[in-house]
């Protein structure tokens, strides 16, 4: 894919809602459909043209090493960060390892996504950073307060939000804003992220294709579900 060859996805939690199942297995190599999520996830990448692949690991990391070293399927570099560091911390040791931007994305995280529109939104808005949202149904009706007071000034039943995929087209200038105290934060990288908005350098695209994703058991079984209709979709 030009201009946009390189993904990095983050492998390196320990995925504690799912355990003890990722006490034994790290999150990205559980299985849907008897293929690993991770693994899946790549398959996808090679079909959009994506080409070089950096898994940031941690947590178990060695096992996914070898799970794929015999293989020899895919292009893969290995970071590994070691199994305490933060989100954050993971991306910002790849900052020597591209020229220009970099895919960052999730390892328990697959989404059928036009990668030609997302980085053409990207170049358009001109951002150090661009990060994929999807629309969701809110199940509440929502309020907002008045300050100072108890009077609502709005409500809103169940109305259309937008949220964060896991997915982010991130230029290398990015690394420059990274201060040693969102390294040490778990959640720096939602720092590095408002810290853009306020910058007005902070851009999103918006997915309404087919995407999967878990963190809980009951997410897991919801994911083996749907994984059958998301490559029915793609055909």
Request: glycine share 8%; net charge negative; aromatic share 16%.
């Given at each position: 894919m030009e201009k946009l060859s390189k993904v990095a996805i983050l492998c390196g939690g320990k995925g504690v809602r799912l355990r003890p199942l990722t006490e034994q297995i790290p999150k990205p190599l559980i299985k849907l459909s008897g293929k690993p999520i991770i693994e899946r996830l790549l398959e996808l990448y090679?079909?959009?043209?994506?080409?070089?692949?950096?898994?940031?690991?941690?947590?178990?990391?060695?096992?996914?090493?070898?799970?794929?070293?015999?293989?020899?399927?895919?292009?893969?570099?290995?970071?590994?960060?070691?199994?305490?560091?933060?989100?954050?911390?993971?991306?910002?040791?790849?900052k020597d390892l591209f020229e220009d931007r970099i895919l960052l994305s999730y390892g328990d995280t697959i989404a059928d996504i036009n990668f030609k529109e997302f980085l053409k939104t990207h170049e358009q808005s001109g951002t150090a950073a661009t990060i994929l949202t999807a629309p969701f149904v809110s199940p509440f009706g929502l309020v907002n307060w008045s300050e100072g007071d108890n009077l609502l000034e709005s409500f809103e039943e169940k109305p259309v939000l937008d949220y964060y995929v896991g997915y982010v087209i991130l230029e290398k200038e990015t690394f420059s804003k990274i201060t040693p105290e969102m390294l040490q934060d778990p959640v720096g990288l939602v720092t590095l992220f408002k810290l853009l908005i306020e910058e007005k350098n902070l851009s999103g695209y918006k997915h309404d294709g087919p995407k999967i994703t878990f963190n809980t058991d009951h997410e897991l079984e919801h994911a083996e579900k749907l994984i059958l209709d998301f490559y029915t979709v793609k055909e």
């Open positions: 090679v079909q959009k043209g994506f080409d070089e692949f950096y898994l940031c690991i941690g947590h178990l990391g060695q096992k996914i090493v070898d799970y794929f070293e015999p293989k020899k399927q895919f292009n893969i570099h290995y970071v590994d960060s070691g199994a305490e560091a933060t989100p954050l911390q993971r991306i910002y040791d790849l």
